[in-house]
């Protein structure tokens, strides 16, 4: 089996052990009392899958509640080498970050404004120019091998257009000459509202920007009635994991993403 014809992946949801557990084992009994009690936990579960077939499994398990970082330092080790052997390799380390009704959210910034997109095409626009000079790791393995434009539709196909939460929550941000700044896109994906995408224009980068537009897209889900509001920037993106941090997102979990050629 090879990362031509199998997708490896951890599974998503406790939904899924009933796929994990369509190969026979003496245990499967028991994985979703492990899950509960925090013996295991979904990303420590991979399948490999063909199609909707799976092919090929593989948990691991702790005892309930260990924290030694030493032992989760060894078991990503271990993941990532049997990865590695696969042929996979790092792409980034994330930040999985969150932030909770009650932590403040920065009053609007007067020298800013906020709209809708006004159409498709302004947002294909508007984050293909921000894609010059992105720090994000998978939009610059995207630019290696497409133009900004390319990278941005297929983004937009394959992200953002599917989203069921209504498009009139992405923000466009206008300075007070009514020029276009930035944006970001407060969605809700099929477990949680997050912060999907969020950029300042080349140009406008430096300006402090960044925590008007990141609160602006944090008030629109805090005032849908989100219960909690996810969001992920890469460890290497420095700017945008200290605008997080400002606005009172907090680091829950780290993750590093790994992919094939």
Same mark, same amino acid.
């Given at each position: 089996?090879?990362?031509? +014809? ?24 028991? *994985?979703? +009392? +492990? ?47 049997l990865l590695a052997e696969t042929g996979a390799h790092v792409v980034a380390e994330r930040l999985r970050l969150e932030w909770k009704p009650g932590t403040p959210i920065a009053a609007a910034d007067s020298g800013l404004a906020f709209r809708p997109f006004a159409s498709d095409d302004e947002f294909l626009d508007i984050t293909t120019r921000t894609l010059t000079g992105t720090l994000d790791a998978h939009s610059r393995a995207d630019l290696a091998t497409m ?27 206008? +300075? ?17 509202? &997050?912060?999907?995408? &969020? ?55 780290? *993750? &590093? ?5």
């Amino acid at each position: 089996m090879t990362a031509t +014809d199998a997708i490896l992946r951890p599974l998503v949801s406790a939904d899924e052990l009933e796929l994990f557990n369509s190969i026979p084992y003496a245990l499967n009994h028991e *994985l979703a +009392d +492990d899950l509960e009690q925090g013996r295991r936990r979904l990303d420590w579960m991979w399948v490999a899958l063909r199609g909707e077939r799976l092919v090929g499994r593989i948990a691991w398990w702790s005892t309930a509640g260990a924290s030694d970082l030493a032992v989760v330092r060894r078991g990503t080790e271990l993941r990532m080498a049997l990865l590695a052997e696969t042929g996979a390799h790092v792409v980034a380390e994330r930040l999985r970050l969150e932030w909770k009704p009650g932590t403040p959210i920065a009053a609007a910034d007067s020298g800013l404004a906020f709209r809708p997109f006004a159409s498709d095409d302004e947002f294909l626009d508007i984050t293909t120019r921000t894609l010059t000079g992105t720090l994000d790791a998978h939009s610059r393995a995207d630019l290696a091998t497409m133009t900004p434009r390319e990278a941005a539709v297929a983004q937009f196909e394959d992200e953002f257009a599917q989203y069921a939460s209504p498009r009139a929550w992405w923000r466009v941000a206008i +300075d007070e000459g009514g020029e276009t700044v930035g944006f970001v896109v407060p969605a809700r994906n099929s477990y949680h509202a &997050i912060i999907a995408y &969020i950029g300042v224009l080349p140009e406008h980068r430096g300006k402090g920007l960044i925590d008007a537009i990141l609160a602006e897209g944090t008030r629109v889900l805090a005032e849908s009635g989100a219960s909690r509001i996810r969001a992920s920037t890469d460890v290497g993106n420095v700017p945008m994991a200290a605008a997080f941090a400002r606005a009172g997102y907090v680091t829950f979990e780290r *993750l &590093i993403n790994m992919a094939w050629e």
